[in-house]
T-cell receptor
């Protein structure tokens, strides 16, 4: 089915470890986004890529890096994981710079111990 | 900056009851407004949207009207079902913020049979 695919679905890391969350979309969307979801906080934007070749910081970029590998793929990297990064991470994509709404992946539940 | 405020939950209703979830926003210009729904263990799905004042978005029996004079976009449904149990997010985007979505904190709805 067409949509946004995130891997992995679950991950447990030790403090200080690194990992990359993968995201791919097959809808030929130009824009892609990474959000984190925490209880009582709603969704907060970490980084986004308005088009292939560009990336920009969102509300909460500290501790993260991103790569827009090509039009389909947008990865999120945690270089040195901290317990404060325990969260559910969602990737999303959109056409027309989001005016029609976003399509979300099913999320990655990350626990840092 | 842009912000979205929605009524705090949880909201608990009996099947066939009337639902209203309030949403107000702060933004300059003319944002687009959205309602997203998140079922347990899943990502967010676009429920409905409205892109200009007085537009009514509707889907699956849910409705919301873009009221610029009151800066509101309240979600309503005339008769809820158990299957409507989910978290509902109000959101906005506008061109001045590169169309990034700004979310409310979400409202948990539980419908009992």
């Amino acid at each position: 089915n067409a949509g946004v695919t995130q891997t992995p679905k679950f991950q447990v890391l030790k403090t200080g470890q690194s990992m990359t969350l993968q995201c791919a979309q097959d809808m030929n969307h130009n824009s892609m986004y990474w959000y984190r979801q925490d209880p009582g906080m709603g969704l907060r934007l970490i980084y986004y890529s308005a088009s292939e070749g560009t990336t920009d910081k969102g509300e909460v970029p500290n501790g993260y890096n991103v790569s827009r590998l090509n039009k389909r793929e947008f990865s999120l990297r945690l270089e040195s994981a901290a317990p404060s990064q325990t969260s559910v991470y969602f990737c999303a994509s959109s056409e027309n710079r989001g005016q029609g709404g976003y399509t979300f992946g099913s999320g990655t539940r990350l626990t840092v111990v | 900056g842009n912000s979205v405020t929605q009524m705090e939950g949880p909201v608990t209703l009996s099947e066939e009851a009337f639902l209203t979830i309030n949403c107000t926003y702060t933004a300059t210009g003319y944002p687009s407004l959205f309602w997203y729904v998140q079922y347990p263990g899943e990502g967010l799905q676009l429920l409905l949207k409205a892109t200009k004042a007085d537009d009514k978005g509707s889907n699956k029996g849910f409705e919301a009207t873009y009221r610029k004079e009151t800066t509101s976009f309240h979600l309503e449904k005339g008769s809820v079902q158990v299957s409507d149990s989910a978290v509902y997010f109000c959101a906005l985007s506008r061109s001045g913020s590169n169309y990034k979505l700004t979310f409310g904190k979400g409202t948990l709805l539980t419908v009992n049979p």
